[in-house]
């Protein structure tokens, strides 16, 4: 693959400084899966099966929850809430306004081992994903929160491996997205409960999916990476834009990556941002414009291993951070950001990658569409 072009632009954001870092107790080897702020200070999901809590100012212990089985997935934060899902196969709703000691506000309950999820932006809709069966089947599930019992629906028969990630749209309710080791993205219209109708696009990344989501003025933009450390841009109807190949391959260009942490997409400046990390802790910041990259900044001495989790607010000007060292870093900054060029300008869509066989003709719609550059 062509190397990929790799420019300095240290404008396009302010300056995350290092504020303050948890020290670990000596000898401990928990993990920090994810950082995330919620509106009782910094949540941390760790190895030993918790949710901790610091204040962000000093990363002071705040307290902890504790209730699930099995490796916390993924932890997300609402409106005075705390969402958690588990390899235990449960969902769970934390009133935070409530002691850290009381019991869920809602618990969702699965068979299976639940790898992520998310709640619509109406809070209607709660979509999981789940690892493979001993069926051999991987399921989404679909409820609605204000009946909890049993799912609304259950799709089993997109994905043949296990579903990595679900992303619910960011302005349509009844839309999501889902990717799986099984390498396809998949775009489903939850006002429909039978599987074949719900599934709207199929694109074929042909990489087992590590994370994806939403990005653009108006959502109308996928972002995927991979376990092989690769991304890849697509339209929402599953027309690729972009392959960038294995993001390791920046080092050549003067930028050492081992790793992709996630993607950002900041709307105030319509821009998709990269962090990527190395093995010994640093965090690198690019921005991903149409067909190159711009190296903004590297987040340094903060952490001193793989880091797990990073989550910001350039509005706010602050950044969390979470790595298996066991430390959580807060970053802070002020200085105001000098807005980039559009992202995807320049880019001319190339067809869809060869679709699932069972999927295909559900898919052939969505490789019809042109992209139009905004």
């Given at each position: 693959m062509t190397r990929i072009p790799v420019s300095q632009a240290p404008a396009l954001l302010p300056k995350f400084n290092l504020h303050v870092r948890t020290n670990p107790q000596p000898g401990s080897d928990t993990y920090v899966y994810d950082a995330i702020n919620t509106d009782i200070g910094i949540a941390a999901?760790?190895?030993?099966?918790?949710?901790?809590?610091?204040?962000?100012?000093?990363?002071?212990?705040?307290?902890?929850?504790?209730?699930?089985?099995?490796?916390?997935?993924?932890?997300?934060?609402?409106?005075?809430?705390?969402?958690?899902?588990?390899?235990?196969?449960?969902?769970?709703?934390?009133?935070?306004?409530?002691?850290?000691?009381?019991?869920?506000?809602?618990?969702?309950?699965?068979?299976?081992?639940?790898?992520?999820?998310?709640?619509?932006?109406?809070?209607?809709?709660?979509?999981s994903g789940s690892a493979l069966d001993k069926n051999c089947c991987a399921k989404i599930n679909l409820w609605d929160p204000r009946t909890v019992a049993q799912p609304i629906a259950v799709f089993e028969n997109s994905h043949s491996e296990d579903v990595s990630q679900i992303r619910c749209h960011p302005s349509i309710s009844h839309q999501f997205l889902s990717g799986s080791s099984d390498g396809l993205l998949c775009t489903f219209d939850a006002s429909q409960t039978d599987e074949d109708e719900a599934l709207l696009y199929v694109a074929n990344t042909g990489a087992s999916i590590s994370g994806c989501g939403y990005f653009g003025p108006s959502?109308?933009?996928?972002?995927?990476?991979?376990?092989?450390?690769?991304?890849?841009?697509?339209?929402?109807?599953?027309?690729?834009?972009?392959?960038?190949?294995?993001?390791?391959?920046?080092?050549?260009?003067?930028?050492?990556?081992?790793?992709?942490?996630?993607?950002?997409?900041?709307?105030?400046?319509?821009?998709?941002?990269?962090?990527?990390?190395?093995?010994?802790?640093?965090?690198?910041?690019?921005?991903?414009?149409?067909?190159?990259?711009?190296?903004?900044?590297?987040?340094?001495?903060?952490h001193s291993g793989v880091v797990r989790g990073l989550n910001w607010d350039l509005g706010q000007g602050w950044a969390v951070s979470g790595?298996?060292?066991?430390?959580?870093?807060?970053?802070?900054?002020?200085?105001?950001?000098?807005?980039?060029?559009?992202l995807v300008q320049a880019v001319s869509p190339t067809a869809s990658s060869q679709k699932d066989k069972s999927a295909s003709s559900r898919a052939s719609n969505g490789n019809s569409r042109r992209f139009a550059p905004y």
């Open positions: 999901s760790t190895s030993d099966v918790c949710v901790k809590f610091f204040e962000p100012s000093t990363l002071q212990s705040k307290g902890q929850l504790k209730y699930h089985k099995d490796q916390i997935t993924e932890i997300k934060a609402r409106s005075n809430s705390l969402l958690s899902a588990s390899k235990d196969g449960q969902i769970t709703i934390w009133d935070l306004r409530q002691a850290l000691s009381a019991a869920p506000a809602l618990t969702f309950k699965t068979k299976d081992p639940v790898l992520s999820f998310d709640m619509s932006i109406d809070d209607t809709m709660l979509v959502a109308q933009y996928i972002y995927a990476h991979s376990d092989m450390e690769t991304l890849q841009l697509w339209t929402n109807e599953a027309t690729q834009l972009a392959d960038f190949g294995d993001v390791r391959d920046l080092a050549e260009s003067g930028v050492p990556i081992d790793y992709i942490i996630g993607c950002k997409y900041n709307s105030q400046t319509e821009s998709l941002y990269l962090a990527a990390g190395t093995n010994e802790g640093d965090i690198h910041l690019l921005h991903v414009g149409a067909g190159s990259f711009e190296h903004v900044q590297a987040l340094q001495s903060g790595a298996e060292d066991g430390r959580v870093s807060w970053w802070a900054t002020t200085v105001p950001a000098q807005p980039p060029s559009p």
